[in-house]
């Protein structure tokens, strides 16, 4: 079978027609065992893209995901891997299936692949992971460690610095004979590790071509990048939109995909030409990016009971509770702004917006507004504690002068 191509077909016939020992990474997305279809239409043409997920039984889709895994096995080099990825509905049948066809000893990894959700009002624990299993062929498995930032909050100071043992086994810092600490090595980071937070594509990144589960290509290009170089083949026998296959081309990797479905070939084909990636400014900038309140605006809005509402120009958190049904919106006085200029700022947040209650908290003492007639506005004013308190001290002092 010849790579950088995807195939139409089950991937249970279509793997027999690749030779043994050739392969170095097989992906695999198959049906979660959802016992539904699965179906999108795209944003632009209108086009329905589906695929089933009903089974006769779990015996039935355990027998799919097994003869699979035997074909996988059988093409993968003795240094290739396979990754599974499927979700809480049947990972533990899947790993007990993985078990069996690659051995226990072959395990590598569970990753937790976790992304953020909107919530939803179903009762329980809001579902916001899927697992990925990693299994070798063999113990001689190609890997490429990388390594990651420290946490926050890990003193790196310490970390910097050399460490022994005692005589009784206590692990304690290495000093010189001048009692002076001895420093190490430079540190690579932190060993990529087991749980991936990588943003689940939404709904208007251009990445997205309308086909239901599609994947990001940053996952996939994590898992390729950690067990293959330039060159190296990789296969997804499940391939729908393609995903895969565009994470390996963009990185140089030979790639086959397969998929019973007729138009997922098409759209994988389509893609492959046009190759659209999303970057993720949310992990180019890291997750804290997004994140522009102070600690003094956050603990301004933890006093009034009020959450942060972040990258808005006009309104800077809500109530937690609200007045009548209805949200109520707070903006807190910046060191730049006039009063006028923040009542002003929240009255254009909030237009079209029948609120019943707008707050913005003053934090300085009013110079005199340059504005030629004044405001029209309800919204109300409360003062910060550190204003109630520059002002009575100025009152203090007034009053002690005269
Ligand atoms: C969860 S989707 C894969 C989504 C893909 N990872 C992506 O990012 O677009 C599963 C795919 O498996 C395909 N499929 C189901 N049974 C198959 C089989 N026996 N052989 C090959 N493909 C199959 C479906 O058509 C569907 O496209």
New binding site residues.
Partial sequence: MKPNKIYK????EKLKEIESDTVDLVYF????FTQKKHSLVTRNEGKKYE?SDNWESLEDYLT?IESCLIECKRVLKSTGSVFL?CDKIASHYIRVTLDKVFGMKNFRSEIIWSYKRWSNSKKGLLNSHQNIYFYSKTKDFKFNQYYTDYAPTTNIDQILQDREKTSNGKSVYKTDKNGNVVLGKAKKGVPLSDIWQIPYLNPKAKERVG?????PVLLLKQIIKIVTDEQDLVI?????????CVAAKSMNRNFIG????DD?VKLADKRLEEMIITDSALLNKGLDSYLEKSDYEIALLNSINAIAVQRNIGIDGFLKNHLNNKPVPVKIQSKHETLDDAIEKLEKACKRKKYNLKIVIQTKKEENSNRLFSLNSDVQIIKSEKLKIEELKEKIILSQKS
């Fill in positions: 077909g089950n991937c249970i997305d198959p049906p979660f695929f799919l990825h086909y239901p589960t599609q994947k997804d026998p499940f391939c729908g939109s393609g995903t895969t397969i998929d019973i479905s997922a």
